[in-house]
């Protein structure tokens, strides 16, 4: 049997074991990574590589943390149950890119500690991103299914400080770039967009509006029959 025989026979195995969206979040979420180890391998970062590192893994993982608070809505919305099943997958990449952003932040100052708590306390946006990151971690070590079984109720206590941490942690980004967030000036645009792209998910896990949102494709097909529309042709 030839490579090209076993290198098919892999892939058939690969993609039965896992869906289209797996695959798809899997490499999305190691793409960053791989791209910037490619680049520091071949000298291709910009003249300050720690600071593009830093940045680049902290800009994905709140990417990341949004994509995963959009599933429960999307799922409300479109019926797309499998996205449940992936919010666990992109909260845990989130939070490997969150750990890996600060363990780069630290070695940025030499991890001198008293010069980096130091840089805490006088730079607040470090301070707010810090205790977003704090707040993760309770988040992550609890993600796995034992311990959704062993804190019962709490566990759905301790994840809903997600609606907290989320703010937190796009103020950190927004406060961190060259400009001002709240006078619309400067580098503001990525942080901004992130910021709509996040209160829309969170207004849609607002109980009532969830409720529309749920019942509104059969509101929709409702609506077409009532017009005599074929449902096909609305959708």
């Given amino acids: 049997m030839n490579f090209a025989v076993l290198y098919i026979l892999m892939l ?14 899997h490499i999305y979420a190691w793409s960053v ?3 910037l180890v490619f680049k520091l391998i071949t000298g291709n ?7 593009e590192l830093e940045q680049r893994t902290g800009r994905h993982a709140i990417t990341l943390l949004i994509l995963s608070l959009a599933c429960t809505p999307l799922n409300t919305l479109f019926k797309w149950s499998e996205l449940l099943k992936r919010r666990r997958a992109l909260g845990l990449y989130a939070f490997m890119y969150a750990t890996i952003h600060i363990i780069i932040f630290m070695f940025d100052y030499g991890l001198a500690w008293s010069f980096i708590v130091q840089n805490i306390i ?4 470090i301070l707010v991103g810090l205790a977003g990151f704090i ?10 299914d034992i311990w959704k079984k062993r804190l019962g109720k709490r566990w759905k206590r301790i994840h809903q400080t997600i609606y907290f ?12 770039k060259k400009g001002d967030f709240f006078a619309l000036q400067g580098e503001i645009i990525r942080p901004l ?9 969170l207004v849609m896990r607002i109980s009532p509006i969830r409720r529309f949102l749920a019942s509104l494709p059969s509101r929709i097909l409702l ?5 005599g529309t074929p449902p096909e042709a609305t959708v």
């Fill in 12 to 25: 058939k195995k690969i993609f039965s074991q896992y869906t289209p969206l797996q695959i798809a979040i």
């Fill in 33 to 35: 990574l791989v791209i």
């Fill in 45 to 51: 970062l910009s003249a300050n590589p720690i600071q």
């Fill in 122 to 125: 006088e730079k607040p946006y």
């Fill in 223 to 227: 609506l077409a029959r009532k017009r």
């Fill in 165 to 176: 941490i989320v703010p937190l942690l796009l103020l950190h980004y927004a406060w961190g």
């Fill in 193 to 201: 967009i992130y910021t709509v792209i996040a209160v829309i998910l």
């Fill in 135 to 144: 707040l993760l971690i309770p988040l992550a070590a609890s993600s796995f």
